[in-house]
């Protein structure tokens, strides 16, 4: 049912919907049987359940005596989890250098090698993806009352797509210069259903909000708020001051002098400009209801200054003459992509990288902080101040029906996760081990499919609207510009003025 | 309609599978690259990581943690020094 009149009333399960749609209220019990907010917790509690256990439960007796052995060494003793080699994406490729390299003997591209690593081969494991996705979210679609058959039918084709997309993405000189899965994904997607179009025997297994929700509540397992400390006071500064202070401006300046139509787009914007790109604009989507075109132009504009700005910072750094710690620490706190900073950072050397990687380290965290407060923003003042003045303002029931459910489930697994961090025995260990071989995977996976959706789901014209004028460039290139000045005045008084004598050490001084 | 679509379908597919297939395997086949590609593998760069997690270079830590263990409060207070212990920095 459409109602163009009250088009705020829609519910946090129509999120990034081309079209508003508005829900019949539910009662809580409802809600908790078919709200797709409430199955993204479900199977993204489920997966993180699953895959802690299988590393608790296989911790070796003697890992107190196992960690200080390795101490001893001089090494660092790495947990692995039982069901790491269980699951795989493909790897990267085209990476061998030419039989004879000297006399520059050309080999073909062959992507085969992406499902290969050494002597093991990766499809087993690409499989077992596929079939958990498939009964997981097949389960879904039962529970909340749809057929699980109609979306089984349609999914084949999609993780195909998604399978695809990764194997594009993991070609060497394409990862080489960040063009990551997103894009990919988004562009076979687009491709199909711009050209022969979508098949309706896929439309079922469409489901962008549902995997984008469930890999967000994966992803809250990776947001750890204690290592928000790693880079002390200067840390804290250049990514947890100056980074708010740019999101609000550019989402003030988006409204109040570029107007923009879409108050959704420009939050998507702001925010994936501001504080970690794809990740961000993925987390800022969901929680301010955006639309799939909206998320897809943000993520294309990021990953495109992303490319530019990885090249050019490094060599502008050098040019102005900046010590490596505040070369690193700007890098970090400006550019959007996590893998683009570490790939500039080490440009200007090691500890430029160390730094750069540990000021976005902290900028990520971040993120569970930004959904959060975007979403809370966006049910009690976004919506309620949209409504005919003579509309009463929503009080706090209508505002916990509005709110969506998926952020509770993506802060809660950062609560519980950060606190086996810091207050277990090896918390680290086993955390670690628990999302870097197994949940951070199935992340991956989720947002792959999700981009495939979205570009199976969206129309260039309806994206191409959205372009017109040239708002959304512009409110980037302004909010980065201020991103730019600010994050080196801050970097420079934390390291060069406050904690001079840290920088000088860290520089081996 | 739909003949057209294929049409354009199958021309991209060729273009994907000219510059996945011959372009891009060349151009990192080059000895230049070849170098890059080693020192980011040496560095723990991950281009793919769309999260911290992602980075092998963040458990490796060898500045940061240096300056940690000689100087618990270094990133903390501006005035401590290396040979401070946490008690003599917050007093000075």
Redesign the interface.
Known sequence: MKNEDSPKLQSSADILQPDIVVSQPRTLWEDLKVSEDWWAIYVGGFLLLCCFLAVYWQLPGNLDALVAESKAEGK?YKLTSPLKSRFDKPGAW??T??PS?EQ?A????N?LDAFKSGDRYRVPGIFNVFLVCAVLFGFGQWGRGKSAWAFVKGFWFVFLLALLAYV???????????L???LWALSVGL??S????TPQFVRPALLTEFYIKSGLVL?GA?VLIS?LI??????IFVAWVVTPIVLISTYIFGQKVLKMESRSLNMVISADMSV????AAIATAAACRAKKEELSLAIGMSLSFTVIMMVLMPALIKFMGLSPVLGGAWLGGTID????V??AG?ILG??A???A??V??IQ?ILIGVTAFGVAVYWVTFVEAGSRAPDVPRPGVSEIWRRFPKFVLGFVGASLVFSWVYLQWDHGPLIV?AV??DTT?LFR?WF?CLAFVSIGLDTNFRELARYLRGGKPLLLYVCGQSLNLVLTLCMAWLMFEV?????TS??L?K | M?NR??R??AG?LLA?LLL???V??????R?D??R??A??NR?G???????????D????????HR?RE??PW???L?WA??SDSPDDAMTD
């Open positions: 660092s085209g990476q250098p030419p390299a520059g050309f080999r073909w591209g992507p594009l993405s993991q070609q060497a000189f394409v990862s080489y210069y960040n990551e899965y997103a491709l199909i711009n050209t022969l179009g992803l990776e290592r790693e880079l002390g006071v200067p840390g970690c790109g794809v990740s992509s996590t893998g683009a570490a790939a080490g090691d500890v990288l160390e730094v990687a540990t976005k380290m990520n670690n999302v870097k951070g991956g947002f406050v904690f001079k004598e840290m050490r860290l081996g | 739909r679509g294929a354009y379908l991209i994907v996945w297939g011959s891009f395997p060349w151009l990192s086949q000895g690259f070849q890059k590609q020192e980011r560095q760069v991950h281009l793919h990581a769309m999260f911290y997690t992602e980075l270079v963040l458990e490796k830590h060898a500045a940061l300056l000689e100087s270094a990133l903390w501006p020094h290396a």
